[in-house]
């Protein structure tokens, strides 16, 4: 009877500190580039400009100078 | 009672050993590295004040040539961004740069940087949502993150040494003369030459 009472009392206390690793690892993912991308996944993108070379960038412009008339 | 008393210490010692782990987990120990001594020369660049350098395109060569660009960690409040300085409201410019800095649009990339920059200015995906009066505004507000991201980039290509710095000097100071025009309420007519003159410049050095 002993016996079970201590097996179950180490299983018990391995499923807790099991719980505190992953949660530990989870706060720390959250505060790193994956809150980053996080943020930047919330909406399609499509919509908007792929400003990755410098063309993108200059038609970006062009294309809001008009705004400035 | 013996079985028991093995138990017992293998509990004991799994609570002992799994905190080990735990801590392991969260932490780790880079070894120290030796820390180079500065040599003269090191120490006379790091007292380099560009702040006091009159010429905005010398201080701009000498920020380059120092390496003070602090990779997007500048304090707006100490150091008054080039575009501010000559504006009748330079509260306003400072708290637009402060803005983008904090929404770390800067860090992304292709179209995620392009709806960070439109957010940041308080635009949606495009101009047609907002009242005209609204809409040239916000456009002057997206334009100037627009340059400063050509900024970035001609600053990372003189760090990389494909740009010399006199010429990532000359386009900085060309980029903060429209982005000046810009935020002075100068209209499309009289932005596009210097717009036209970047654009060469830029095209020569980084093709």
């Given at each position: 009877m002993k016996k079970g009472i201590l097996i179950a009392a180490v299983i018990i206390a391995l499923i807790i500190i099991g719980i505190f690793i992953f949660s530990f690892n989870g706060k720390n993912a959250g505060n790193g580039e994956g809150a980053q991308k996080q943020i930047a996944a919330g909406?399609?993108?499509?919509?908007?400009?792929?400003?990755?070379?410098n063309n993108d960038i200059f038609n970006a412009i062009d294309e809001s100078l008009k705004f400035l008339d | 009672m013996k079985k028991g008393a093995v138990l017992i210490s293998a509990f004991i010692s799994l609570l002992l050993i799994f905190p080990i782990f735990v801590y392991a987990a969260g932490s780790s120990t880079i070894p120290p590295q030796p820390t180079p001594t500065p040599t003269i020369s090191d120490k006379a660049m790091e007292k380099k004040?560009?702040?006091?350098?009159?010429m905005r395109k010398e201080r701009i060569k000498c920020r380059l040539q120092n390496k003070v660009e602090e990779d997007g960690n500048i304090d707006y409040d100490v150091r008054v961004p080039e575009a501010c300085k000559?504006?009748?409201?330079?509260t306003a410019c400072i708290a637009l740069y402060k803005n983008v800095q904090s929404s770390q649009c800067y860090n992304l990339e292709g179209r995620d940087k392009d709806k960070c920059f439109k957010e940041t200015a308080g635009?949606?995906?495009?101009?047609?949502?907002?009242i005209p009066e609204e809409r040239a505004q916000k456009a002057r507000e997206y334009l100037v993150f627009l340059l400063y991201e050509f900024e970035e980039r001609i600053e990372d290509d003189n760090k990389k040494g494909l740009i010399s710095d006199d010429s990532a000097a000359e386009i900085i100071e060309l980029i903060t003369q429209i982005k000046e025009d810009i935020l002075s309420g100068k209209n499309r007519a009289e932005i596009m030459p210097k717009f036209n003159e970047l654009k060469q410049k830029i095209r020569a050095v980084r093709s």
């Open positions: 909406e399609p993108t499509q919509d908007y400009a792929n400003l990755q070379t | 004040d560009c702040e006091s350098v009159t000559t504006l009748r409201n330079p635009i949606r995906s495009n101009f047609s949502g907002l």
